[in-house]
T-cell receptor
């Protein structure tokens, strides 16, 4: 079955430190991977995606994610966290063999950046 | 990025009334839109897939007679919660597909907070 796991319900990081939000997946065929961020009482904002090519993908707000096929992971990273990065982060995946446009969603990880 | 709007952003209604939520893609045409419901503990639940000019496809467990979806044009999909009850209170979010390929990105509306008294 296709699935996405975000193993950490919450991640706490001090401002200025690097951050990582973890995501692993299981799909048929090659994965199309996405990260979204949600601020309180707001919809989701697209951060970045991996379709093919370089394993390191750069996205909005200084975020990047690294696709690791052998580990079936797509962890979100940022070299230096800002307090304004505090939000809810969702990883999502779709398999290349899927005929519809639906995404499989992780449960979300709450990121808290402390000053 | 692409812009998707939702209206209203917040609605409070009495039990038994119907509420319509609009989702618009402002700067692109969206043949496919999705409706999600988000529960207080944050998880996103896909309710239905809305395709322009055809009937919506509902996920298992979602009552299609209660959650009416209409995708009348390439820029507008509506979700009507009929005979709303307090348990329907939730955060409803729509998303729209910008392209026609499965590698394309879903863009989300800002969400609608529904409170049923």
């Amino acid at each position: 079955a296709q699935s996405v796991a975000q193993p950490e319900d919450q991640v706490n990081v001090a401002e200025g430190n690097p951050l990582t939000v973890k995501c692993t997946y299981s799909v048929s065929g090659n994965p199309y991977l996405f990260w979204y961020v949600q601020y309180p009482n707001r919809g989701l904002q697209f951060l970045l995606k991996y379709i093919t090519g370089d394993n390191l993908v750069k996205g909005s707000y200084g975020f990047e994610a690294e696709f690791n096929k052998s580990q079936t992971s797509f962890h979100l990273k940022k070299p230096s966290a800002l307090v304004s990065d505090s939000a809810l982060y969702f990883c999502a995946v779709r398999g290349e063999m899927d005929s519809n446009y639906q995404l499989i969603w992780g449960a979300g990880t709450k990121l808290i950046i402390k000053p | 990025g692409a812009v998707v709007s939702q209206h209203p952003s917040r609605v409070i209604c009495k039990s038994g009334t119907s509420v319509k939520i609009e989702c618009r893609s402002l700067d692109f045409q969206a043949t496919t839109m999705f409706w999600y419901r988000q529960f207080p503990k944050k998880s996103l639940m896909l309710m239905a897939t809305s395709n322009e000019g055809s009937k919506a496809t509902y996920e298992q467990g979602v009552e299609k007679d209660k959650f009416l979806i209409n995708h009348a044009s390439l820029t507008l999909s509506t979700l009507t919660v009929t005979s709303a009850h307090p348990e329907d209170s939730s955060f409803y979010i729509c998303s729209a597909y910008r392209g026609r390929w499965t590698t394309d990105t879903q863009y989300f509306g800002p969400g609608t907070r529904l409170t049923v008294l």
